[in-house]
C-alpha cells in the first residue's frame, strides 16, 4: 500500500514538473520575462537618481544650489520612470518577434511602438501650473500614460501588435519583392510594407471606435478595467505572498520562481515601485507597502528561499562536513543573492524537509516586515536597486537610508536561522540513513 502511494506521488509530481516546465517555455511568457530582464538596468539607474536627488545631495546642497542639481535626477527620471511604458511594448515585440524566430524582429519593434501611440488618447484633460480648472489639450503625450500607469497596456499591445504583425506576414501574397540587387534593408522594409499598413490600420480602426463610440481609448479601459483590479489583488499581502510562495514552490522542484513572479507579479510590483520613487522624488506621501524592492529585500535575503539564514545555521550548527562543503561554496555568490549553489547543491531540490522553511521562511519574513510598515516602524521602499544587493546594504538603501530596515531585515535572517535549523537537521538524518550509515 505503501509503495503504491508512493508510486502514485511520484508520478504526480513527474507530471506537475512537466506541465509547469511547459508553462516556463511559453513562448509569451519567456518573452515578458526577457522583455522585462532588459528594462530593469533603466529602473535600476532610476533608483540611483532618486536617491542621489533625495539623499546625497541634500547633505551637500541646500536652496537654489540644491534645486540646480536635483534637474541631474530629475532629467533621468523623464527618460526612464516617466516613459516605462513606452519602453516595455516594444522590448516585448523585440523579444516575442525573436523567440518566435521571427526574420525582421525590428519591423515589430516599431510595429508595437507605432500601435501603442495610436491607441493613445486623442484629447487630454490637464490642470494649468497655479490653475483650478481643467483644460483639454488635443496632440500631446503624457507621462502618465506613457509611464507607470501605461505599463500593463503597453504589455498587452506589445503583445498583441506582434503576433498580429507576424501572422499577417506569414501571408506571401502580401510579400513585396524588389528582388537581389536591392541592399537587405530595404529589401526587408518592404516585404513588410503591406504588413506594416495592415496592423497599423486595424489599431487605428479600433482607437476610432473606442473614440467615436464609448469615448475612451485603450490606455485608459486597460488600466480601468483590468490593470488596476489586478493590482489591488495582486499586490495585496495576501496575493503577493501566495503568489511568491507559489514560486518558491515551484524552485523545489527544479522550475524557477521566476514562471510565477515575473509575470502575474513582476509588473504590477513594478508599477508600485515606480508610483512610490516618483512620489518619494516630489517629496510627497509613499503610496504603497509592496513592490519589486520591498519583497525581495525582506523575503529574498541571500536569495530565494532567504537562504543566506540556511548558511549561517549551517555554518553554526551542521556536523556534515558535505553540507559544509556547499555552504562555503555557495557563501560568497548568496551575499549577492545569487543562491543556485545550494539549492542544487545541497540540494534544496526535491528535499522535502528544506522544502518546508524554503517557502515559508520568505512568506515570514514579507509579512513581519508588512507589519513594521505599517506600524511606522520603518520608512516604506523608495529606490530601486541591484537584485545583487547584499543583505544589510539592500535594507538601508532601499528605504533611502532608514538603519531601522536594517534592524528588521536582520531580525528575520536571525529567525530564519533558527527557523531553517531543525528541518536541516532532519535533511541530515534523512541522508545519513539513505546513505546507509547510523547516527
Request: aromatic share 10%.
Amino acid at each position: 500500500m505503501s509503495d503504491n502511494v508512493t508510486s502514485n506521488m511520484q508520478s504526480f509530481t513527474d507530471r506537475f514538473v512537466e506541465f509547469s516546465a511547459r508553462i516556463a517555455n511559453q513562448v509569451h511568457l519567456r518573452s515578458l520575462r526577457d522583455a522585462f530582464a532588459g528594462v530593469m538596468p533603466i529602473f535600476i539607474l532610476a533608483g540611483l537618481a532618486v536617491l542621489v536627488n533625495n539623499v546625497v545631495f541634500p547633505w551637500i546642497f541646500e536652496g537654489d544650489t540644491l534645486v540646480r542639481f536635483k534637474v541631474w535626477g530629475e532629467a533621468i527620471i523623464n527618460g526612464t520612470l516617466n516613459i516605462a511604458a513606452l519602453l516595455i511594448a516594444p522590448m516585448i515585440a523585440w523579444s516575442l518577434a525573436r523567440n518566435k524566430n521571427f526574420g525582421n524582429p525590428v519591423s515589430a519593434v516599431v510595429i508595437a511602438l507605432c500601435s501603442f501611440i495610436i491607441m493613445m488618447p486623442m484629447q487630454v484633460d490637464m490642470v494649468p501650473v497655479g490653475g483650478k480648472v481643467a483644460v483639454s489639450l488635443t496632440s500631446i503625450l503624457t507621462f502618465a500614460n506613457i509611464g507607470s500607469t501605461g505599463i500593463f497596456a503597453g504589455v498587452i499591445i506589445g503583445l498583441l501588435s506582434t503576433e498580429i504583425f507576424i501572422r499577417i506576414a506569414q501571408f506571401k501574397r502580401l510579400e513585396i519583392n524588389l528582388g537581389e540587387n536591392v541592399p537587405p534593408a530595404v529589401s526587408q522594409s518592404f516585404s513588410s510594407l503591406l504588413p506594416t499598413i495592415i496592423t497599423l490600420s486595424l489599431f487605428a480602426v479600433f482607437a476610432a471606435l473606442l473614440n467615436n463610440l464609448l469615448h475612451t481609448d485603450l490606455i485608459h479601459l486597460i488600466t480601468t478595467l483590468i490593470q488596476q483590479p489586478l493590482r489591488l489583488i495582486n499586490t495585496s499581502l495576501p496575493g503577493t505572498i501566495f503568489i511568491y510562495s507559489f514560486g518558491n514552490f515551484l524552485f523545489t522542484l527544479g522550475i524557477h520562481q521566476s514562471v510565477v513572479n515575473s509575470v502575474v507579479l513582476e509588473p504590477f510590483l513594478l508599477i508600485n515601485t515606480n508610483e512610490n520613487m516618483l512620489a518619494y522624488a516630489a517629496g510627497q506621501p509613499i503610496p504603497h507597502i509592496i513592490n519589486n524592492i520591498f519583497v525581495p529585500t525582506f523575503g529574498m535575503v541571500g536569495g530565494t528561499g532567504s537562504t543566506i539564514s540556511l548558511l549561517i545555521a549551517i555554518f553554526l550548527f551542521s556536523r556534515q562536513k558535505a553540507s559544509k562543503q556547499v555552504a562555503r561554496l555557495a557563501i560568497t555568490p548568496g551575499l549577492f543573492n545569487i543562491n543556485e549553489p545550494v539549492i542544487f547543491g545541497l540540494p534544496i531540490v526535491f528535499n522535502v524537509p528544506l522544502m518546508i522553511p524554503f517557502v515559508l521562511l520568505p512568506a515570514i519574513g514579507i509579512f513581519f516586515a508588512w507589519v513594521c510598515t505599517t506600524l511606522g516602524l520603518i520608512s516604506r521602499c523608495v529606490v530601486m536597486i541591484p537584485w545583487t544587493t547584499p543583505p544589510v546594504l539592500s535594507a538601508w538603501l532601499a528605504t533611502a537610508g532608514d538603519w531601522r530596515a536594517v534592524v528588521v531585515q536582520l531580525i528575520i535572517i536571525v529567525f530564519g536561522v533558527f527557523f531553517y535549523l531543525p528541518f536541516l537537521k532532519i535533511s541530515e538524518r534523512v541522508a545519513l540513513r539513505n546513505n546507509g550509515i547510523n547516527e
